[in-house]
């Protein structure tokens, strides 16, 4: 199974758009094109999962660089997502505000 990252979309590209390009080169498993949450508006990239690794690196090498709706596409295996480490935000200060001083 191969994940392919799909960059630079136009915002209006859809999920059967890209999944249309892709077939041509095998049979893709999944699509998903990657929205903002709060909008909902595309981010301008997505990603597809092809099960066959040679169909695969066939879309990848005769879809990259290729036009849709007026953008260059950047079409490569997608990298495995970086362990940002977790946290949750805190950042060991003693919170209040401080900043601003009184100088006489």
Avoid: C, H
Wanted: charged residues 30%.
């Amino acid at each position: 199974m191969k994940n392919i990252f799909v960059g630079n979309l136009s915002f209006g590209a859809t999920e059967d758009a890209i999944r249309t390009m892709f077939e041509a080169y095998g049979t893709v498993d999944r699509v998903n094109v990657v929205t903002d949450r709060e909008t909902g508006r595309a981010r301008g990239f997505g990603f597809v999962e092809m099960s066959v690794d040679a169909e695969a690196e066939r879309a990848i090498a005769g879809l990259n660089g290729k036009d849709l709706d007026g953008r260059t596409l950047n079409i490569n295996e997608a990298r495995p997502k970086e362990d940002r480490g977790g946290g949750g935000g805190f950042r060991g200060n003693s919170g209040g505000g401080g900043g601003r001083q009184k100088r006489w």
